[in-house]
């Protein structure tokens, strides 16, 4: 029973490059976010998506672009890394927008 | 200001002890509202939901006061256990979005 998985775990990124994060999961839910966290910021909403084919902005979305083209999977890109996007990525899915959210491993980005 | 704010950390406190976290939210428009846990930086996990009415789990009881827009988690008989971040979350009544405030870390000694 896998849940929500993200790839890769760990990342280094050169200032400029571009990546792709894969969240994945297995519980047939409608809605999955992105978030980053900081030290002392908690965990703060990058992109969020209510279904398949859908998209919102958070509180964070500059810098990231979305896509969720299959209901199980939600990819965040980077298209031009930054320092200041180094951080932990967490994805997260869940059944309905009011019911418990399940979250991935995370995933650990450094941009130099 | 924040939508969702927390009580500033860490909390130190010894086994045994009773604690008291609280939030408060910004959107009267907020529907649900959740606790979570979250350990050494590893992904957060529900903790407890937080009803209207108020509600307790064990030795933890959660507080929801809709009018003064205030969330509170007490968590009573400490153990070395419970230290991690607490992290108060609030979902609006349209949209899905899930937002997480800063989080209160705990550290409970011996």
């Known amino acids: 029973n896998a849940g929500v998985t993200q790839t890769p775990k760990f990342r280094v990124l050169k200032t400029g490059q571009s990546m792709t994060l894969l969240c994945a999961q297995d519980m047939n839910h409608e809605y999955m976010y992105w978030y980053r966290q900081d030290p002392g910021m908690g965990l703060r909403l990058i992109h969020y998506s209510v279904g398949e084919g859908t998209t919102a902005k958070g509180e964070v979305p500059d810098g990231y672009n979305v896509s969720r083209l299959k209901k199980q999977n939600f990819l965040l890109g980077l298209e031009s890394a930054a320092p200041s996007q180094t951080s932990v990525y967490f994805c997260?899915?869940?059944?309905?927008?009011?019911?418990?959210?399940?979250f991935g491993q995370g995933t650990r980005l450094t941009v130099v | 200001r924040k939508e969702v704010e927390q009580d500033p950390g860490p909390f130190n406190v010894p086994e045994g002890a009773t604690v008291a976290f609280n939030c408060t939210y910004s959107n009267s428009a907020s529907q649900s509202f959740f606790w979570y846990r979250q350990d050494c930086r590893k992904e957060p996990k529900l903790l407890m939901s937080v009803y209207s009415s108020g509600n307790e789990d064990g030795r933890f009881t959660a507080q929801l006061n809709r009018a003064s827009q205030y969330i509170s988690l007490l968590i009573r008989d400490s153990k070395l256990s419970d230290s991690a971040t607490y992290l108060c979350?609030?979902?609006?009544?349209?949209?899905?979005?899930?937002?997480f405030g800063q989080g209160t870390e705990l550290s409970v000694k011996p």
């Open positions: 997260a899915s869940s059944f309905a927008g009011n019911t418990e959210a399940f």
């Open positions: 979350v609030v979902t609006l009544y349209q949209g899905g979005k899930l937002i």
